[in-house]
């Protein structure tokens, strides 16, 4: 057992000396990141607190995309879509170091199917007869799709191809096919680092603006909230003007620990897995492969980062359990990976890693689940005496917008202007981005001369412009990792001091993704153990039991068991 007593962190002693903010946010997932810097840059006087790490939680198990929602049409979700499409536009222009253009191709097997069954699932938002979409529905729904592109000007618009032009094009698809449709949305390769870079320029604005993690709101006392480090058991009571709960899928528990009794919350569930298989990331062309089931749902085939993902499901959960990736689901996504490239073999070692969270969705109540609306709303209520904002819906794609129309909401309350607009405005490592070839060689050999143009490149990827001051940063002598050498010693301690790292976790998956590529082994955890600890002031017996629990939480909720595992280069 580590002989470390538990260390009050500055942040949580900074709160404990001053518990008192203009806003309260609870939940540090994407929404509530971006919602805090939409306010801090405001001047607001403005405190989050996230219960995990930050974005940890349904934001951390998305499918790494940012879209317009094709689908959404179907559900008469015009509005949604709008804004979808022009926030994803603007993100390929502020956030370019992680939001990247993703050309998606839609394989189709008939020309009628789904013709007769749309209406009516769009009349009343019940599933109906499964049946998958045919061309002529396919080719409506993406030209009405283009029309809310228009004067974005950020992606081209849908091609249509035949069979054999088709197999030409990618001929490992399913030679069934009848047509395919190509059309252009956004990947987003690494969420956690953008939702970090979004959490940066909110503390960047100011003291004014703070953040911790590992502290959960448990009561209230008195008016204010009671939260609790979930490191030291310490207990602090926060007070403030408005409290903003965006703890996603968590909304009602977050209001039932307050003592307000809410039933806003419906979420489903998505699971991914990870693949390392070469023939399939090949077969793919660096493309995503997206289209619908034979039971009618959406899923996707999705080169990244060296490996293929693929998912997802839609199932109803219960927010107050763990969910984990079934092995039910796992034989779903190898039927749906056959019937697209049926001649390519996927297996279960091949799995590198697996996933599964919580969609925020509102209750459903009897709707079926892919037709729950993937819109938001903002519910008003009281906390003794302060108004209580919370957040039910929203999505990955639209963080922005969301954040500026619950600002907004909140800076009324306040009797406050705003001062600062968030449209257009680049993100972290997206501001200057060298968004050219040209531009990029620059960068690199303006930046390279202590670690060399190649490493340059790799940290700008990483980073964005940030890795500037990353590189000023690293030593003379800066040691690439043993068992993972894309990443260096320097680089890792700076992460650890620099990012509120907490617990080894936080930096195998947040921070870096590494737990993601299926780069972790014993071996590596020991190194980044022995790094972390050395910042963080660890003795053996908390570095043990970091490893410990970092092993245990990736074989129980990832399914990566580290035994017996050769070393697999991130």
Same mark, same amino acid.
């Given at each position: 057992?580590?002989?470390?007593?538990?260390? *009050?962190?500055?942040?949580?002693?900074?709160?404990?000396?001053?518990?008192?903010?203009? %806003?309260?946010?609870?939940?540090?997932?994407?929404?509530?990141?971006?919602?805090?810097?939409?306010?801090?840059?405001?001047?607001?006087?403005?405190?989050?607190?996230?219960?995990?790490?930050?974005?940890?939680?349904?934001?951390?198990?998305?499918?790494?995309?940012?879209?317009?929602?094709?689908?959404?049409?179907?559900?008469?979700?015009?509005?949604?879509?709008?804004?979808?499409?022009?926030?994803?536009?603007?993100?390929?222009?502020?956030?370019?170091?992680?939001?990247?253009?993703?050309?998606?191709? %839609?394989?189709?097997?008939?020309?009628?199917?789904?013709?007769?069954?749309?209406?009516?699932?769009?009349?009343?938002?019940?599933?109906?007869?499964?049946?998958?979409?045919?061309?002529?529905?396919?080719?409506? !729904?993406?030209?009405?799709?283009?029309?809310?592109?228009?004067?974005?000007? +950020?992606?081209?618009?849908?091609?249509?191809?035949?069979?054999?032009?088709?197999?030409?094009?990618?001929?490992?698809?399913?030679?069934?096919?009848?047509?395919?449709?190509?059309?252009?949305?956004?990947?987003?390769?690494?969420? #956690?680092?953008?939702?970090?870079?979004?959490?940066?320029?909110?503390?960047?604005?100011?003291?004014?603006?703070? +953040?911790?993690?590992?502290?959960?709101?448990?009561?209230?006392?008195?008016?204010?909230?009671?939260?609790?480090?979930?490191?030291?058991?310490?207990?602090?009571?926060?007070?403030?003007?408005?409290?903003?709960?965006?703890?996603?899928?968590?909304?009602?528990? *977050?209001?039932? +620990?307050?003592?307000?009794?809410?039933?806003?919350?419906?979420?489903?569930?998505?699971?991914?897995?990870?693949?390392?298989?070469?023939?399939?990331?090949?077969?793919?062309?660096?493309?995503?492969?997206?289209?619908?089931?034979?039971?009618?749902?959406?899923?996707?085939?999705?080169?990244?980062?060296?490996?293929?993902?693929?998912?997802?499901?839609?199932?109803?959960?219960?927010?107050?359990?763990?969910?984990?990736?079934?092995?039910?689901?796992?034989?779903?996504?190898?039927?749906?990976?056959?019937?697209?490239?049926?001649?390519?073999?996927?297996?279960?070692?091949?799995?590198?890693?697996?996933?599964?969270?919580?969609?925020?969705?509102?209750?459903?109540?009897?709707?079926?689940?892919?037709?729950?609306?993937?819109?938001?709303?903002?519910?008003?209520?009281?906390?003794?005496?302060?108004?209580?904002?919370?957040?039910?819906?929203?999505?990955?794609?639209?963080?922005? +917008?969301?954040?500026?129309?619950?600002?907004?909401?909140?800076?009324?309350?306040?009797?406050?202007?705003?001062?600062?607009?968030?449209?257009?405005?680049?993100?972290? !490592?997206?501001?200057?981005?060298?968004?050219?070839?040209?531009?990029?060689?620059?960068?690199?050999?303006?930046?390279?001369?202590?670690?060399?143009?190649?490493?340059?490149?790799?940290?700008? #990827?990483?980073?964005?412009?940030?890795?500037?001051?990353?590189?000023?940063?690293?030593?003379?002598?800066?040691?690439?990792?043993?068992?993972?050498?894309?990443?260096?010693?320097?680089?890792?301690?700076?992460?650890?001091?620099?990012?509120? %790292?907490?617990?080894?976790?936080?930096?195998?998956?947040?921070?870096?993704?590494?737990?993601? %590529?299926?780069?972790?082994?014993?071996?590596?955890?020991?190194?980044?153990?022995?790094?972390?600890?050395?910042?963080?002031?660890?003795?053996?017996?908390?570095?043990?039991?970091?490893?410990?629990?970092?092993?245990?939480?990736?074989?129980?909720?990832? !399914?990566?068991?580290?035994?017996?595992?050769?070393?697999?280069?991130?």
């Amino acid at each position: 057992m580590s002989t470390l007593s538990p260390i *009050t962190r500055p942040a949580v002693a900074d709160l404990a000396a001053h518990p008192r903010a203009s %806003v309260l946010i609870i939940g540090g997932g994407i929404n509530g990141v971006a919602t805090f810097r939409d306010l801090a840059l405001q001047g607001v006087d403005v405190v989050l607190v996230e219960r995990g790490d930050f974005v940890s939680g349904a934001s951390s198990a998305s499918s790494h995309m940012v879209h317009g929602g094709i689908r959404y049409l179907e559900n008469g979700e015009f509005r949604l879509v709008k804004e979808s499409v022009t926030e994803r536009n603007m993100l390929l222009r502020t956030a370019p170091h992680y939001v990247k253009p993703l050309l998606t191709t %839609v394989p189709i097997f008939s020309t009628f199917s789904g013709i007769l069954s749309a209406p009516l699932r769009f009349l009343t938002h019940k599933q109906g007869k499964p049946s998958e979409r045919g061309a002529l529905l396919i080719k409506v !729904g993406l030209t009405i799709y283009d029309t809310f592109s228009r004067g974005g000007g +950020a992606v081209p618009r849908h091609r249509f191809r035949g069979r054999a032009a088709s197999l030409r094009d990618l001929p490992r698809l399913n030679p069934d096919l009848a047509y395919t449709a190509s059309y252009y949305d956004a990947s987003m390769h690494d969420p #956690e680092r953008l939702a970090l870079d979004v959490l940066r320029d909110g503390l960047d604005a100011g003291p004014h603006a703070r +953040a911790v993690n590992y502290v959960e709101a448990i009561g209230t006392d008195d008016g204010g909230v009671v939260v609790r480090d979930r490191e030291t058991g310490e207990r602090i009571v926060l007070r403030a003007d408005v409290v903003v709960n965006t703890t996603g899928p968590w909304t009602d528990l *977050t209001n039932r +620990a307050l003592g307000r009794e809410t039933a806003y919350m419906g979420g489903t569930k998505g699971s991914h897995i990870v693949l390392d298989n070469p023939e399939l990331l090949a077969a793919t062309a660096g493309r995503e492969i997206f289209f619908e089931h034979s039971d009618g749902r959406i899923v996707l085939v999705y080169p990244l980062k060296g490996r293929v993902m693929v998912g997802t499901t839609d199932i109803d959960a219960d927010p107050s359990q763990p969910v984990v990736c079934t092995e039910e689901e796992v034989d779903y996504f190898f039927d749906l990976v056959k019937h697209v490239f049926p001649d390519i073999t996927v297996t279960r070692d091949q799995i590198v890693y697996r996933f599964a969270g919580i969609r925020p969705l509102p209750r459903h109540d009897d709707t079926q689940p892919g037709f729950v609306s993937r819109d938001y709303r903002i519910e008003r209520g009281e906390l003794g005496g302060a108004p209580l904002l919370s957040l039910v819906g929203g999505k990955w794609t639209t963080f922005r +917008a969301l954040a500026e129309h619950l600002s907004n909401d909140v800076l009324g309350i306040l009797g406050r202007e705003r001062r600062v607009s968030t449209a257009g405005l680049p993100i972290g !490592g997206g501001r200057d981005y060298p968004s050219t070839e040209a531009a990029r060689r620059v960068w690199t050999v303006a930046n390279g001369d202590e670690v060399g143009t190649v490493r340059a490149g790799q940290l700008l #990827e990483r980073y964005g412009t940030r890795a500037a001051a990353i590189i000023d940063s690293l030593g003379e002598h800066d040691v690439p990792l043993e068992n993972a050498p894309d990443y260096t010693r320097d680089e890792i301690a700076r992460l650890v001091a620099d990012e509120q %790292v907490v617990h080894l976790l936080d930096l195998v998956m947040r921070r870096t993704s590494l737990a993601f %590529v299926g780069a972790v082994d014993e071996p590596l955890l020991r190194e980044l153990a022995e790094i972390a600890g050395t910042v963080l002031g660890w003795d053996a017996g908390r570095r043990e039991a970091e490893i410990s629990a970092t092993a245990a939480e990736l074989r129980d909720a990832h !399914g990566v068991d580290l035994h017996g595992r050769e070393h697999v280069a991130g």
